[in-house]
């Protein structure tokens, strides 16, 4: 668990990374001593903007330290999100940042391992691939057999696709600007 510091810092962290990017200047470089947020770990960063989806991009893998994968995702997330036009100069301090710290990923052979509310799905069949956070399910009140179907649609395939896929689940520890 992210100390109420730590937590402060990476959304400060990310919301310095949006607003130099849309100022055209170059991303702050920061330099963290703390041992937890230079650890590699996965993350993704969420835009909601009046309670509504605005961005939401992340890396699985802990391929970088956690404060940079957590810089990188939010300037993804309110750039580069294929859904959504870039985020604007008026809309940025509309935004609210949340901010997901992922677990290692662990691949299962059964669903029934799947607990709603505490595991994120990675879904993988072919070249599709999709990713639901933890919290997504239980903001739609979804059992985990929907939560699956949902996965799938995401990975760009059919419901139920899950039955002959691989399956990854993890949690994360989830925070934003407004629970802060």
């Known amino acids: 668990m992210l100390t109420l510091e730590q937590r402060r810092l990476l959304l400060n962290i ?24 230079r650890r590699p770990c996965g993350a993704f960063v969420t835009l909601n903007k009046s309670g509504q989806l605005r961005g939401c991009i992340g890396s699985l893998y802990g391929e970088r330290p956690l404060y940079l994968t957590v810089q990188e995702m939010a300037i993804e997330a309110a750039f580069h999100d294929p859904r959504f036009p ?23 052979k059964d669903p029934e391992e799947i607990e709603v509310g505490r595991d994120g799905i990675y879904l993988v069949k072919g070249i599709n691939r999709g990713v ?14 929907t939560f699956l179907d949902h996965t799938c649609l995401k990975a ?5 696709c ?19």
């Open 86 to 108: 870039p985020l604007s100069k008026v809309e940025f301090p509309l935004i609210e940042i949340e901010i997901s710290v992922l677990s290692p990923l662990r691949r299962i």
């Open 132 to 145: 639901l956070l933890p919290q997504v399910a239980t903001e739609y009140k979804w059992d985990k057999y």
């Open 162 to 180: 899950w039955r002959e896929a691989e399956i990854y689940i993890f949690s994360a520890e989830v925070f934003s600007e407004k629970g802060i």
């Open 14 to 37: 990310a919301r310095d990374a949006i607003k130099a990017h849309l100022e055209n200047k170059s991303i702050p470089k920061i330099e963290v001593k703390d041992e937890i947020l």
């Open 156 to 160: 760009g395939l059919a419901p139920g």
